[in-house]
């Protein structure tokens, strides 16, 4: 299978750890050149050095994704250092409290929705103008489990990630005469350290109930980063605006 992304300059987000740490490393094997964006200086620094030792290219660019100003940082380190954007993997993410509507408060339901959707917007926006001049590049998104059905996580997550897969299909649709695809994976569970900060009785899956069950087998981090490297590789060429499920089955059920 021929991916063509060898050489690629390639943006992952939240690339310290889980699965987009395994997605930039798996970018990096490929020969791709790998910004590695993350909130978290040390576990990004410690990619970097793991992809740099076994002879890959990587560069660091820590911040929180969901202020313009670390957005630009990241999209001018990877047009200044490896001459583009050629493949956008959106894949920072945070949890909610697994709550119900009613017990979600503004500034949960406000974070979750600025880190989980509107950072992937603005990352999107800044990096578009590189990839129309290119005439091509390749988007993937992680959305979730929680962007198919309504029985994987609280209010703020699920509505999120709804909110990557809408997004998901737009940027599909509107830029596919331009050469550039966007796809996206809906992992099932994954082991990786994302948190879910379950506040005992009313949140959590017990608040979800018997909705919550059928989960299937937790994925390992580089079940994930395979779909999103093939999504964003040349063996995806007419694969535009799919939601590709890695989940074991569970969106099956
Ligand atoms: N683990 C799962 O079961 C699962 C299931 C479905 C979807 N997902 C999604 O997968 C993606 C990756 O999560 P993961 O499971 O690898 O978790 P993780 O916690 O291991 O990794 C997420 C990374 O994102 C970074 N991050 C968080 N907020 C950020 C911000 N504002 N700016 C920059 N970086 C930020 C964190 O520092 C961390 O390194 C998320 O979008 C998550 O919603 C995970």
């Given at each position: 299978m021929a991916t063509g992304l060898d050489g690629r300059s390639v943006i992952v987000t939240g690339a310290g750890s889980g699965i987009g740490r395994a997605a930039a490393v798996a970018f990096a094997a490929e020969g791709s050149k790998v910004v590695v964006a993350d909130l978290n200086a040390e576990t990004a620094e410690k990619v970097v050095s793991e992809i740099e030792e076994a002879g890959g290219t990587a560069v660091a660019v820590t911040g929180d994704l969901s202020e313009q100003a670390v957005v630009d940082r990241v999209t001018s380190t990877a047009v200044e250092r490896?001459?583009?954007?050629?493949v956008l993997v959106n894949n920072a993410g945070i949890m909610d409290r697994m709550s119900a509507a009613a017990d979600v408060g503004d500034a949960e339901w406000e974070r979750v929705i600025r880190v989980n959707l509107t950072a992937p917007f603005l990352l999107t926006r800044a990096v578009l103008p590189h990839m129309l001049k290119a005439g091509k590049g390749a988007i993937v998104n992680t959305a979730s489990e929680a962007g198919l059905r309504g029985s994987a996580a609280g209010a703020a997550y699920t509505a999120s990630k709804h909110g990557v897969v809408g997004l998901t299909k737009n940027l599909a649709v509107m830029y596919r005469d331009q050469g550039i695809r966007t796809n996206a994976i809906a992992p099932g569970g994954t082991a990786t350290g994302l948190a879910v900060d379950i506040d005992g009785e009313?949140?959590?899956?017990r608040a979800l109930g018997p909705y919550f069950g059928n989960v299937g087998r937790v994925s390992e981090p580089e079940e994930q980063a395979a779909a999103i490297v093939f999504l964003a590789s040349d063996a995806a060429s007419n694969i535009n605006g799919v939601v590709l499920a890695?989940?074991?089955?569970w969106s099956a059920v």
């Open positions: 490896f001459g583009g954007v050629d009313a949140h959590g899956p890695v989940d074991n089955g």
